[in-house]
């Protein structure tokens, strides 16, 4: 039987005194929402990414780095791309994180850094272990 001491407590963000009260709302609700730590997640996991406008696929390759698609412009087919992370519609990003209610940001190889619109759902299809 599993305990508590058993189960991994999750890293959530500690509201910072150096930081204004908008911000560390926004922070909070970002973990509220929910959403997709990068830094948890292993090489070769399958995301779907859904946005108002858009279902992107993404296939996180680690350090970062992940092949995305779903843009008919951008990535029609899978594009090796840098995942930034996610912001509130402005120049403040929370990096390595895509979550519900913000926009994803990444680097693409031609075009200049790609965000998208609103993320309304994120699922995640976990790798096997290598």
Not at 33 to 58: F, S
Not at 69 to 95: A, D, N, R, Y
């Amino acid at each position: 039987m599993k305990t508590a001491a058993d189960i991994p407590q999750p890293r959530l963000f500690q509201p910072s005194p150096h930081l204004s009260d908008a911000v560390n709302r926004n922070i909070v609700q970002s973990e509220i929402e929910g959403g997709v730590h990068l830094r948890d997640v292993l090489p070769g996991t399958v995301l779907e990414v859904e946005t108002e406008n858009r279902a992107y696929t993404i296939r996180y390759e680690g350090c970062g780095r992940a092949f995305i698609s779903g843009h008919p412009v951008f990535c029609p087919e899978p594009t090796l791309v840098t995942i930034h992370g996610s912001t509130w519609g402005g120049s403040m990003i929370k990096s390595d994180y895509i979550g519900r209610g913000m926009h994803l940001e990444f680097g693409h190889p031609t075009y200049m850094p790609i965000t998208t619109s609103m993320i309304v759902q994120v699922r995640a299809e976990i790798a096997a272990a290598r």
